[in-house]
């Protein structure tokens, strides 16, 4: 256990930014998953199969993946702020427009500008806040953005589930485009000028210290950690409806969308985690996650309904609490090219996200829910491993 120095109350200035930072983020998150909850909706007035009306979700999650690496250096070279309230206000656009699509393939291409706008906020406010805090302050307010993370994938979910449900799928954007403008004028008017801090010195130099990073154990580790807690955790959610549809369950679809409120589970694990950064030691604090992620996944392998709910809770206890630090760790260990830093622990984690929607399938073809469990629970070991031999340097 690592004792640092007390933790300095915030001021209400630094209270006013954090906050708009928090509700920001709740609703890019949310205009992550406005699809999910109305892809039956679409599949109606499209013509569409449900795995053509999933890609309004997986085409977010790719761009997403794609653009996250280049506003890190972005952020390095014109500054924070700029880059956020632009992409915040920007991301308002295709989100209201959404709401106007004509055709398919226009909401799709529309879901992808989304997806390129994102992180321009998600891949940059780690780097703000280490900027603008001190490191022992860091990792809780890292842990509440993971936290506004969380709820804003509720938000989208239940949010446009009820809205669409009495005014139809069109309003849930409409809705949800003015909540994103609502948050960039909320950091637009909050978030800190930077001043004459030193930035890197143009693009360039900013990539080529992004790229650095790569070469760097401690960080390599870092990105590897994002990616298998995504994979494992992505993989779980996303096979388990074939599981819980299927006997002995027979669920219903709307009793298995009731399960993924065990979301709120991170709503919980991420600002403790946060906290408890501040007298253990990351890596310590990302091993203990793995392990509980591992507990909970274990618990699914069990037949009685209640157990498999309860491994559902304890997998986003551990995964959150894990998330919860690994990126403030990456930012502190950043000793150059921060924003690209937090852009990179981001992309590994969108591609792990992208690997875990697909490669768990596989296993369930070939061997059911133990084959899913054991490719997921195989991600959880590797990360881990990697924890344990890269994140635990000095």
């Avoid at 001190?134 to 949010?159: K, Q, T, W, Y």
């Avoid at 001043?195 to 070469?215: D, I, K």
């Avoid at 622990?345 to 059911?368: D, E, I």
Wanted: with cysteine.
């Amino acid at each position: 256990m690592t004792r640092q120095a007390p933790v300095r109350r915030p001021g209400a200035a630094d209270r006013r930014w954090i906050a708009a930072l928090y509700l920001a983020t709740v609703a890019v998150y949310a205009d992550m998953y406005v699809t999910q909850p109305v892809l039956p909706l679409l599949s109606r007035e499209f013509g569409l199969s449900p795995a053509r009306a999933g890609t309004s979700v997986s085409a977010v999650v790719l761009a997403i993946a794609l653009a996250s690496t280049f506003y890190g250096p972005l952020a390095d070279a014109l500054g924070r702020r700029r880059v956020m309230v632009g992409a915040s206000l920007l991301l308002a656009l295709p989100t209201l427009g959404c709401a106007l699509a004509r055709t398919f393939p226009e909401l799709l291409a529309l879901r992808a500008a989304q997806g390129l706008l994102i992180p321009g906020i998600t891949a940059v406010s780690v780097a703000l806040c280490g900027d603008e805090l001190p490191p022992e302050r860091l990792s809780p307010v890292v842990g509440g953005l993971i936290a506004a993370s969380v709820a804003g994938g509720l938000v989208g979910r239940v949010g446009s589930g009820l809205v669409a449900a009495a005014a139809g799928w069109r309003a849930a954007f409409v809705l949800f485009g003015a909540v994103t403008l609502a948050g960039a004028l909320g950091i637009a008017h909050e978030l800190p000028a930077e001043g004459a801090r030193r930035r890197v010195p143009g693009w360039g130099a900013a990539y080529r210290g992004m790229l650095r990073h790569l070469a760097t154990p401690p960080l390599l580790g870092g990105f590897l950690v994002a990616l298998t807690l995504f994979f494992a955790f992505i993989g779980v959610f996303t096979y388990l409806p074939y599981r819980l549809t299927a006997a002995p369950y027979h669920l219903s679809t709307a009793l298995v969308s009731s399960v993924y409120v065990v979301y709120l589970a991170g709503v919980v694990a991420s600002p403790v985690a946060g906290r408890l950064a501040t007298r253990f030691s990351a890596p310590a604090l990302v091993a203990a996650g793995f392990l509980v992620a591992g507990a909970g996944v274990a618990l699914t392998l069990l037949r009685p309904l209640a157990l498999v709910v309860a491994g559902l809770v304890v997998l986003c206890l551990g995964m959150f609490t894990a998330q919860a630090v690994a990126p403030a760790y990456v930012n502190q260990r950043a000793a150059e090219a921060k924003g690209g830093a937090s852009a990179l622990y981001l992309g590994f984690y969108y591609v792990g996200g992208t690997l875990g929607s697909v490669l768990p399938g596989y296993a369930w073809q070939a061997a059911g829910w133990p084959g899913v469990v054991a490719a997921c629970g195989g991600a959880l070991a590797l990360g881990l491993a990697v924890d344990l031999l890269l994140c635990r340097g000095k």
